[in-house]
């Protein structure tokens, strides 16, 4: 990967470069050195992860979500559990229709380490989103502290539903499995899941699980593909009213413009 900045190389990454730090560094910054302007401004913070490949540097986040999954239920159960969870919060309706990618094998076929394969990379990508969450927090405080919070409207978004895509979709080009082998040459490693140099992805099945009731994933025209959620934090202070859902169709490709 090639970072830029201003359009130019970034040759000076620190040794424990993660991105997800990096990208909330540069915004801060941003945000700091316009402190003293009165003019509106647009940040755009794109985050990378949780993409392929899934990498996380705290271990320990890694393994508190290790600690939830392996053992646990099987998938299809994890997703019930999520889809009751969404229901109680109030955000899904309880009897919401669902079905399972029949791509996926049953539970009870898996063997062992097929099954901690799958919770690890879960673990991982969880840990991830948390880690993300985590960084925007500092987003958040830094627009408190500068008084800017409640003038600021936030949108929360991702590009697309979980991605069930297999590693194989990364060596389609001539060159491309030698390339992957050479960079990341602890693929398949279900131990070095979430390190430098391995290459874990979500699975299909670990994919619909974060689909929730939506059926499939990335890379399919179905809703758990083409829809994702957005959260939006309108401008103003606590006198509002508390927070609601909004089911109208939107599209994201409004939202630019828009602003």
């Known amino acids: 990967v ?3 900045r201003n359009g130019e190389p970034v040759t000076d990454l620190l040794e424990d470069f993660y991105s997800t730090d990096a990208y909330t ?6 945000i700091d050195s316009g402190a003293e302007d009165d003019r509106p401004f647009f940040g755009y913070l794109a985050y990378t992860a949780p993409h392929d490949p899934l990498h ?7 393994q508190k979500y290790l600690d939830m999954y392996e053992g646990n ?3 299809e159960q994890l997703r019930v559990d999520r889809i009751s969870d969404l229901a109680d919060r109030g955000l899904i309706d309880a009897d919401v229709a669902t079905r399972w ?4 094998p049953d539970w009870d076929t898996l063997t062992d380490e097929q099954k901690r394969d799958l919770a690890y990379r879960l673990a991982v990508y969880s840990a991830m989103i948390e880690h993300v969450d985590t960084q925007f927090g500092r987003i958040v ?14 949108v929360l978004a991702s590009d697309n539903g979980a991605s069930g895509l297999s590693p194989d ?13 050479e960079h990341y040459p602890l693929i398949g490693n279900v131990d070095s899941y979430g390190e430098p140099g391995s290459f874990p992805v979500l699975a299909l099945a670990n994919a619909q699980v974060s689909s929730g009731p939506f059926f499939h994933t990335k890379a399919s025209v179905f809703e758990g593909g083409t829809r994702a959620p957005m959260i939006v934090k309108a401008p103003g202070g606590s006198e509002q009213d508390g927070p609601r859902i909004v089911d109208t169709l939107s599209y994201i490709g409004d939202l630019y413009p828009t602003f």
């Open 56 to 62: 996380e540097p705290d271990t320990a986040l890694i």
């Open 169 to 181: 979709v990364y060596t389609q080009t001539p060159g491309a499995r030698e390339w992957l082998e």
């Open 141 to 154: 405080d830094r627009l408190k502290e500068t008084g800017e919070y409640d003038n600021t409207l936030i």
């Open 2 to 4: 090639t970072y830029e």
């Open 73 to 75: 239920n099987d998938f």
């Open 101 to 104: 990618p029949s791509q996926t």
């Open 25 to 30: 560094d540069e915004m801060l910054g941003m």
